[in-house]
């Protein structure tokens, strides 16, 4: 009789440790599936925000373009109510998770990050490849690159050989 009770608590045990494997397998599964439930529905999210968040980037630069406007004008208050608005919009864009980041004057020419949209003669080759004037800012989500940051960049033409 204890033969027996013994046998039946192996096969219990046995049976638990199978039930418990397959447990946690199942949990396994179950966590993946959530972790890229996860993963698609922030992407589809995102890509959902990609209209807006492209409309919010152009309206910060329609008011840079007025800001210079007003500025020649000597429109001073304007001109700070301009800096507010674009200030607003660049905070509403790092809200969902968009920075901003600017090309430097005289920097290397980088094409991972910007977009040269003009060249400007250089009169010393050292400049060549460089930054001559940035003309609008870039944005970035995380690493990836949303706008290039625009610049004009210098072109070195050696004189010709007389």
């Given at each position: 009789?204890?033969?027996?009770?013994?046998s039946v608590l192996a096969g219990i045990n046995?049976?638990?440790?199978?039930?418990?494997?397959?447990?946690?397998?199942?949990?396994?599964?179950?966590?993946?599936?959530h972790a890229e439930n996860e993963?698609?529905?922030?992407?589809?999210?995102q890509r959902g925000l990609q209209p807006a968040l492209r409309e919010l980037v152009k309206l910060a630069d329609d008011w840079?373009?007025?800001?210079?406007?007003?500025?020649?004008?000597?429109?001073?208050d304007l001109v700070r109510l301009c800096d507010e608005i674009v200030e607003d919009v660049t905070l509403v864009l790092e809200r969902q998770g968009v920075d901003e980041f600017h090309a430097e004057t005289g920097a290397?020419?980088?094409?991972?990050e910007q977009r040269s949209i003009g060249t400007c003669p250089a009169d010393a080759p050292d400049l060549d490849g460089r930054i001559a004037a940035v003309r609008r800012p870039?944005?970035?989500?995380?690493?990836?690159?949303v706008r290039f940051a625009e610049v004009v960049v210098f072109k070195f033409t050696p004189p010709p050989a007389s």
């Amino acid at each position: 009789m204890i033969d027996d009770v013994e046998s039946v608590l192996a096969g219990i045990n046995s049976e638990l440790a199978g039930l418990h494997a397959q447990s946690k397998f199942l949990n396994e599964v179950i966590d993946r599936l959530h972790a890229e439930n996860e993963r698609l529905r922030n992407a589809e999210a995102q890509r959902g925000l990609q209209p807006a968040l492209r409309e919010l980037v152009k309206l910060a630069d329609d008011w840079r373009s007025r800001r210079a406007a007003l500025e020649a004008d000597g429109e001073a208050d304007l001109v700070r109510l301009c800096d507010e608005i674009v200030e607003d919009v660049t905070l509403v864009l790092e809200r969902q998770g968009v920075d901003e980041f600017h090309a430097e004057t005289g920097a290397e020419f980088d094409r991972h990050e910007q977009r040269s949209i003009g060249t400007c003669p250089a009169d010393a080759p050292d400049l060549d490849g460089r930054i001559a004037a940035v003309r609008r800012p870039g944005y970035r989500v995380e690493t990836k690159v949303v706008r290039f940051a625009e610049v004009v960049v210098f072109k070195f033409t050696p004189p010709p050989a007389s």
